[in-house]
């Protein structure tokens, strides 16, 4: 006898667990079905985001910027440290910590709004009497009949034609995650966001990065300022970054790995590395649902169809996260999930894709919301910036931490924030204030007349919205 649900989600990622809980919340039995497991097979929700990315790589994060702060920065505050040892296993046992806590933390959360989870593959298997029958593969098989399905099935790191990732050589996130002793020489093909927060973890750690771009424009999506600054920042710290190449046939034995590629100026170059991290982007898990038994429609990169309301074209199923268009972000989607579950019980869920906030959490950190200048140039809108250094800022000199900048760009005519780009200290919370006043529509004059806090990085923020109206206090 099939189990009957008013909802069934699959995948409990960002996007799935909290589209469960907000259903629940509004008075729906929800299930979630999730198929990610600990090495001894428990269950291990959180998806990609829990297991092999945003927590893990921000607690690699904080570990490795410790031991370069001892190493390089506590001597300027005065404080001499000896004999500091890195002990890699209990760096990397302690992220694994992280995880858990956050995987039994989200089997609490499920539990506590009445979600019932179940552990396997979740597949549909055909629309029947009272909505879509689907099927969950685990331990103990399981029959269920939902009016509504909500799929989060995420993504998985993509490969390079010819070369799969072996987790021991050739590394995804997965295994760039846990390496078990510092390579001497580390490869990472994509300068994007993994390639540059893992690449420069290791190298904190000790390893010789390389990281190998094809395109000829470092960070092209980011402001080009910040993204300048960026590359100035991270080359002083010793990654060497190399754009506008092309990667040729790679070769991988079981103790390094060759990369031959043509350097910007078309040059033929090769390097051999200890262990290569391939960071190019991202594709959606769709293997095993069984879309093509119910004709669930995907674009020709293999997401899932959707439209503003993330309805796909099968009536009542809705996808939501990296499964389909937009930016691969775990608060993206979040917040689709909760719009969803919303939408399912009549509510007006809403996703302002516009203030949608970027962090790419390198040192130093570089965080956006709206439009860049680049893209504000070929839309021709006329804008005002303003541009406040944290060299100025107090609060940045006693932290001596006083790289980087805050750049507001506003209308014009009418002074509504279009979009702040951040690089520097904390910008990951420091964008927080940006993306509350453009959410309101706010004005640079907003933020200006706000009291900020002294001494706190957030007054940089309010002195690049000053900057906009060349009325600088502090600069
Ligand atoms: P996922 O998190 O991928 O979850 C999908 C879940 O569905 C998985 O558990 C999967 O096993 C399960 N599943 C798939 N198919 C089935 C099936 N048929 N049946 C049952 N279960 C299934 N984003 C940020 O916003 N901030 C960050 O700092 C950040 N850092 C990242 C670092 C790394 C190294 C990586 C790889 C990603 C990072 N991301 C970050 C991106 C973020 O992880 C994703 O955007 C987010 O996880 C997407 O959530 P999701 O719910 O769509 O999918
Ligand atoms: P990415 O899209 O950020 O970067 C991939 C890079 O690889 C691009 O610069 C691309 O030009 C380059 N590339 C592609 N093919 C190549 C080739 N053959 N040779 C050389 N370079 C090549 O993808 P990434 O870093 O894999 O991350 C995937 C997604 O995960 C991100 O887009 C982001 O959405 C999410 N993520 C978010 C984080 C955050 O919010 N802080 C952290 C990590 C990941």
């Not at 296993?89 to 019932?116: M, P, Q």
């Not at 993504?155 to 390079?160: A, D, K, T, V």
């Not at 799969?164 to 760039?176: I, K, R, Y």
């Not at 021709?380 to 790289?403: D, I």
Request: net charge negative; with cysteine; hydrophobic share 40%.
């Amino acid at each position: 006898m099939a189990k009957q649900f008013d909802v069934v989600v699959i995948g409990a990622g960002p996007g799935g667990y909290i589209a469960a809980i907000r259903a629940a919340q509004l008075g729906m039995s929800v299930a979630c079905i999730d198929a990610w497991s600990t090495s001894d097979g428990k269950p291990a929700p959180g998806g990609a985001c829990t297991n092999v990315g945003c927590i893990p790589s921000k607690a690699l994060l904080q570990s490795s910027e410790y031991y370069e702060q001892v190493n390089e920065h506590f001597e300027d505050h005065g404080i001499e440290v000896k004999d500091v040892k890195l002990k890699l296993n209990k760096l990397l046992g302690r992220k694994d910590s992280v995880v858990k806590e956050n995987n039994e933390g989200i089997l609490y959360l499920l539990k506590k709004n009445k979600v019932t989870f179940f552990h396997g593959m979740g597949s549909f298997v055909a629309h029947v009497d009272g909505g879509w029958s689907i099927k969950v593969a685990g331990k103990k098989d399981e029959d269920l009949v939902s009016k509504h399905v909500i799929i989060a099935t995420g993504s998985s790191p993509r490969e390079l034609p010819g070369l799969p990732f072996d987790e021991e050589q050739v590394l995804s996130n997965d295994g760039a995650l846990r390496i078990p002793s510092v390579p001497k020489k580390l490869g990472v093909i994509g300068a994007g966001v993994i390639g540059l927060e893992l690449g420069s973890v290791w190298r904190r750690l000790g390893s010789e990065v390389t990281v190998l771009e094809a395109m000829p424009d470092f960070l092209a999506a980011v402001d080009q300022q910040v993204a300048k600054e960026a590359q100035k920042q991270l080359a002083k710290q010793g990654l060497d970054i190399q754009t506008g190449v092309k990667i040729g046939e790679i070769k991988a034995t079981s103790k390094s790995v060759t990369v031959p590629y043509t350097d910007a100026k078309g040059e033929e170059q090769t390097l051999t590395f200890d262990k290569l991290i391939v960071s190019i982007g991202r594709v959606p898990n769709v293997e095993g649902l069984g879309v093509d038994t119910v004709g669930l429609k995907r674009d020709e990169r293999g997401f899932i169809v959707v439209d503003d309301e993330c309805k796909t074209n099968l009536p009542n199923v809705w996808a939501v996260g990296d499964v389909v268009r937009g930016p691969m972000l775990a608060h993206k989607a979040e917040e689709e999930g909760v719009a969803v579950a919303e939408r399912i019980a009549g509510q007006h869920g809403h996703v302002n894709f516009g203030t949608i906030p970027w962090v790419i959490y390198t040192s130093p950190e570089i965080a956006w919301v709206g439009k860049n200048e680049q893209q504000l140039k070929t839309e021709g809108r006329a804008y005002k910036a303003g541009s406040f250094p944290f060299m100025a800022n107090g609060r940045a000199r006693a932290l001596g931490n006083t790289t980087g900048f805050v750049k507001v760009l506003a209308d014009a005519k009418t002074d509504e924030v279009l979009g702040v780009h951040i690089i520097g200290p904390q910008a990951s919370e420091l964008i927080a204030e940006a993306v509350t006043i453009m959410e309101f529509r706010g004005a640079a004059e907003d933020i200006a007349r706000i009291c900020h806090a002294h001494p706190t990085l957030s007054e940089s923020l309010k002195e690049a919205a000053l900057a906009v109206d060349k009325r600088s206090l502090n600069f």
